[in-house]
């Protein structure tokens, strides 16, 4: 087990120990653009840096959260201080005819903030929480990261469904959508954005919500990495913080699977919107020894939004009384947590930054899927031990609604992530990712913007959104976009790398 803050500190490490070669390989691809800085460049406040530059290599190895890195250069990063920064940079990409895209934290799995050439627009610096107790609201800026909107929040009894990583910031997660804690009752986070202010391709800063723009405001609420034009600011609905979220875990042999799935189906279908249910299967037991010699098990995760202990054990009931508990092989229950300690028993969060394929499926029948993945985590081992699949169960109670483009098919989550050790793991994860992909297509009812990779599967960006909203977000880019200032879905612009 780690805290998000040694992940960030093992990544950091490693991210430094990359861009050295990073940087030789950048500097070896044509400079785009010269030394010479506009007038609009030479306004900005905050860090410009050029592909000439000698510390670009660094800069660029520093934008995504993860270590293996796609061979897409921008030709100009520009770490904003400010809002005017941002119109400044936009300015100068309209007249030097550079294409931008907007990062918030870069985690995005497809690194879909790095593209070749153009302008990368890092916002990530933005970081401004103005909480108003009285009126449940709180604006938001985009770097922010979810463990500390969430602990700020808590400081007034207050509450966000942020992302299940601590580190992960609010920008990007919840432009995609965001299936934040306890997602079955706070629905998906992005229909909290109660206003946001965007800033457009031709320079205008506007309002969007319900009485103003509510067409831009429709697709904020869940267009994730296609979005055309900056968010600088979210309104966001903020909800009462539980006083006792409970958790208890539970470690199962893979044998046990099968019934796993029986219980949880039943568990799900008449369990209370409070109680959030996820099974990962994954190398995880015995947890002391290193995960290359552990097997492969399946943990169940049971959170309880509550506030008492009586009403946790009253939500934790149709799991607690199934009489699966007792057929675990390790168990740890009833333990009340704050943020901190949710975010802290993350353990799959270690590997994040090795993750190179993570895909996911909205799906009615998520038994017959996690089943399928562990069959073939078993007879086809992935090259990393640290690959897993993660479901959630009743996770969505809602699907398609008229105020936001996101949908959520299907009640149950289904996630894939693949890990890479060395850089020989990279192409054998896409392959075992094609395999899977194919395999879990006859339980695919949809898919989340946020954990697909469109290069490789450009199909399955439509597949994030109903018919009519992939029409209408096409409508909508081209008439806040009609030069096509922002760049549209990775994949979709003739990358091949
Ligand atoms: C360890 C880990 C755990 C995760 N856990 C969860 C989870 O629990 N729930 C969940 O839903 N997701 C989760 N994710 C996925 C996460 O939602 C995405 O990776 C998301 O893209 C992260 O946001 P970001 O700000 O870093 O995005 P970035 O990578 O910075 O941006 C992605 C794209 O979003 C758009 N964008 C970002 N910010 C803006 C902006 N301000 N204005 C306009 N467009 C913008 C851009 O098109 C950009 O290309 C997790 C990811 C990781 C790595």
Same mark, same amino acid.
């Given at each position: 087990?780690?805290?998000?803050?040694?992940?960030?500190?093992?990544?950091?490490?490693?991210?430094?120990?990359?861009?050295?070669?990073?940087?030789?390989?950048?500097?070896?691809?044509?400079?785009?653009?010269?030394? %010479?800085?506009?007038?609009?460049?030479?306004?900005?406040?905050?860090?410009?840096?050029?592909?000439?530059?000698?510390?670009?290599?660094?800069?660029?190895?520093?934008?995504?959260?993860? #270590?293996?890195?796609?061979?897409?250069?921008?030709?100009?990063?520009?770490?904003?201080?400010?809002?005017?920064?941002?119109?400044?940079?936009?300015?100068?990409?309209?007249?030097?005819? !550079?294409?931008?895209?907007?990062?918030?934290?870069?985690?995005?799995?497809?690194?879909?903030?790095?593209?070749?050439?153009?302008?990368?627009?890092?916002?990530?610096?933005?970081?401004?929480?103005?909480?108003?107790?009285?009126?449940?609201?709180?604006?938001?800026?985009?770097?922010?990261?979810?463990?500390? #909107?969430?602990?700020?929040?808590?400081?007034?009894?207050?509450?966000?469904?942020?992302?299940?990583?601590?580190?992960?910031?609010?920008?990007?997660?919840?432009?995609?959508?965001? !299936?934040?804690?306890?997602?079955?009752?706070?629905?998906?986070?992005?229909?909290?954005?109660?206003?946001?202010?965007?800033?457009?391709?031709?320079?205008?800063?506007?309002?969007?919500?319900?009485?103003?723009?509510?067409?831009?405001?429709?697709?904020?609420?869940?267009?994730?990495?296609?979005?055309? /034009?900056?968010?600088?600011?979210?309104?966001?609905?903020?909800?009462?913080?539980?006083?006792?979220?409970?958790?208890?875990?539970?470690?199962?042999?893979?044998?046990?699977?099968?019934?796993?799935?029986?219980?949880?189906?039943?568990?799900?279908?008449?369990?209370?919107?409070?109680?959030?249910?996820?099974?990962?299967?994954?190398?995880?037991?015995?947890?002391?020894?290193?995960?290359?010699?552990?097997?492969?098990?399946?943990?169940?995760?049971?959170?309880?939004?509550?506030?008492?202990?009586?009403?946790?054990?009253?939500?934790?009931?149709?799991?607690?009384?199934?009489?699966?508990?007792?057929?675990?092989?390790?168990?740890?229950?009833?333990?009340?947590?704050?943020?901190?300690?949710?975010?802290?028993? *993350?353990?799959?969060?270690?590997?994040?930054?090795?993750?190179?394929?993570?895909?996911?499926?909205?799906?009615?029948?998520?038994?017959? /899927?996690?089943?399928?993945?562990?069959?073939?985590?078993?007879?086809?081992?992935?090259?990393?031990?640290?690959?897993?699949?993660?479901?959630?169960?009743?996770?969505?109670?809602?699907?398609?609604?008229?105020?936001?483009?996101?949908? &959520?098919?299907?009640?149950?989550?289904?996630?894939?992530?693949?890990?890479? %050790?060395?850089?020989?793991?990279?192409?054998?994860?896409?392959?075992?990712?094609?395999?899977?992909?194919?395999? !879990? *297509?006859?339980?695919?009812?949809?898919?989340?913007?946020?954990?697909?990779?469109?290069?490789?599967?450009?199909?399955?960006?439509?597949?994030?959104?109903? &018919?009519?909203?992939?029409?209408? !977000?096409?409508?909508?880019?081209? *008439?806040?976009?009609?030069?096509?200032?922002?760049?549209?879905?990775?994949?979709?612009?003739? %990358?091949?790398?």
């Amino acid at each position: 087990m780690t805290t998000s803050g040694s992940t960030r500190r093992r990544f950091m490490f490693r991210a430094l120990s990359v861009a050295g070669a990073a940087a030789a390989s950048a500097m070896h691809v044509p400079i785009a653009l010269g030394r %010479e800085i506009g007038a609009q460049l030479a306004r900005i406040s905050g860090r410009i840096i050029m592909r000439s530059d000698p510390g670009y290599g660094q800069w660029w190895a520093s934008m995504s959260w993860y #270590l293996f890195m796609p061979k897409r250069y921008p030709d100009l990063i520009v770490r904003v201080k400010s809002e005017q920064d941002i119109f400044h940079a936009l300015a100068y990409a309209r007249e030097n005819k !550079l294409k931008v895209t907007v990062r918030s934290g870069g985690h995005n799995p497809a690194k879909a903030v790095l593209r070749d050439g153009g302008m990368l627009l890092d916002l990530s610096r933005l970081r401004k929480v103005e909480v108003d107790a009285k009126a449940g609201v709180a604006w938001v800026e985009p770097g922010i990261h979810g463990e500390k #909107l969430v602990a700020l929040l808590a400081r007034q009894n207050l509450d966000f469904p942020a992302a299940h990583t601590g580190i992960v910031p609010i920008g990007g997660y919840i432009m995609g959508g965001g !299936l934040g804690w306890n997602m079955p009752q706070r629905d998906i986070a992005c229909r909290s954005i109660l206003a946001a202010e965007v800033i457009t391709a031709d320079g205008r800063k506007v309002t969007a919500s319900a009485e103003q723009n509510s067409d831009l405001w429709w697709a904020v609420r869940g267009c994730g990495p296609g979005f055309f /034009g900056v968010v600088i600011r979210y309104k966001l609905q903020v909800y009462p913080l539980y006083q006792a979220m409970t958790k208890s875990k539970y470690l199962f042999a893979i044998d046990k699977l099968p019934l796993v799935c029986k219980t949880l189906e039943k568990v799900a279908a008449v369990k209370k919107e409070q109680l959030e249910i996820l099974a990962v299967v994954g190398r995880f037991y015995p947890p002391d020894k290193p995960p290359a010699e552990r097997d492969l098990v399946c943990a169940v995760s049971v959170f309880a939004f509550a506030n008492s202990s009586k009403e946790a054990d009253a939500l934790m009931a149709p799991w607690s009384t199934s009489g699966l508990p007792a057929q675990s092989l390790m168990k740890r229950e009833d333990r009340v947590m704050d943020y901190e300690l949710l975010y802290a028993g *993350q353990e799959t969060d270690f590997s994040s930054p090795n993750r190179t394929a993570v895909e996911n499926i909205w799906t009615e029948d998520v038994s017959t /899927g996690l089943q399928a993945l562990a069959k073939k985590m078993l007879d086809d081992p992935p090259p990393s031990p640290r690959c897993f699949a993660l479901s959630a169960w009743g996770f969505s109670n809602t699907r398609e609604d008229a105020t936001s483009c996101v949908s &959520t098919p299907a009640p149950h989550y289904l996630s894939w992530y693949l890990m890479a %050790e060395t850089g020989d793991h990279v192409s054998v994860n896409r392959k075992w990712m094609d395999e899977s992909v194919k395999l !879990l *297509q006859p339980v695919a009812r949809g898919r989340y913007v946020n954990e697909i990779d469109p290069l490789h599967y450009p199909q399955h960006v439509a597949d994030c959104f109903s &018919t009519e909203s992939w029409k209408r !977000l096409a409508k909508l880019r081209a *008439q806040y976009d009609p030069k096509g200032l922002f760049y549209s879905w990775l994949g979709h612009e003739g %990358e091949t790398t």
